[in-house]
Antibody, heavy 118, light 112 residues
């Protein structure tokens, strides 16, 4: 069974940093691209970041709203993807989901809540 | 960016009756490889999104056959042949043809 488990969320003050983790099981993690999405309270879904597999160069993509502040990375030896979030502001408050970024974004984690507040 | 527009935004449906959601993209979703990366996701209350349909019309594993997708180019439709109580939630179309990935606003389906 494919599982993605996010962790690392919490309450953080504006301007601070946080690193989210996404631990995968049930898949050959290194073969897949991974994406992060988020959902602000009561709002719709927003794509924020993507990392290709090493076979496709491990290159990354970012939404304009997070480019320059967030960094996605991966450790295939541990089947973990990371989202380093710097310079957080209140608009970054959301549930953050990681996904297996295949033909349809087939598998989603349960999400981790990030609250940015003073 | 590709803008995805869903209609309706709210859909009250009687149990056992059909439901239909439309999604229109601001430009063609046909990828250079010939695929059209249009997906439909369901989000039940308090749950993460769940993939229902990928590449316009392919049901994901475990998705009941009362869900179907159709369309081409810029116009797409999700149909539920007979709505069941467990179908309550918000439905999103999403394009993965181009970066940034973008979603429709979501359609809230509820039982009358």
């Amino acid at each position: 069974e494919v599982q993605l488990v996010e962790s690392g969320g919490g309450l953080v003050e504006p301007g601070r940093s946080l690193r989210l983790s996404c631990t995968a099981s049930g898949i050959t993690f290194g073969d897949d691209a991974v994406s992060w999405f988020r959902q602000a309270p009561g709002k719709g879904l927003e794509w924020i970041s993507f990392i290709r597999s090493k076979a496709f160069g491990g290159t990354t993509e970012y939404a304009a709203s997070v480019k320059g502040r967030f960094t996605i990375s991966r450790d295939d030896s541990q089947s973990i993807a990371y989202l380093q979030m710097n310079g957080l502001n209140t608009e970054d408050t959301a549930v953050y989901y990681c996904t297996r970024a295949d033909y349809g974004y087939s598998h989603w984690g349960q999400g981790t809540l990030v609250t940015v507040s003073s | 960016d590709i803008v995805m527009t869903q209609t309706p935004l709210f859909s009250p449906v009687t149990l056992g009756q059909p439901a239909s959601i439309s999604c229109r993209s601001s430009q063609s979703l046909v990828h250079s490889d010939g695929n059209t990366f249009l997906s439909w996701l369901q989000q039940r209350p308090g749950q993460p999104p769940r993939l229902l349909i990928y590449k316009i019309s392919n049901r994901f594993s475990g998705v009941p056959d009362r869900f179907s997708g159709s369309g081409a180019g810029t116009d797409f439709t999700l149909k539920i042949s007979r709505v069941e109580a467990e179908d309550v939630g918000v439905y999103y179309c999403m394009q993965a043809t181009q970066f940034p990935r973008t979603f429709g606003q979501g359609t809230k389906l509820e039982i009358k």
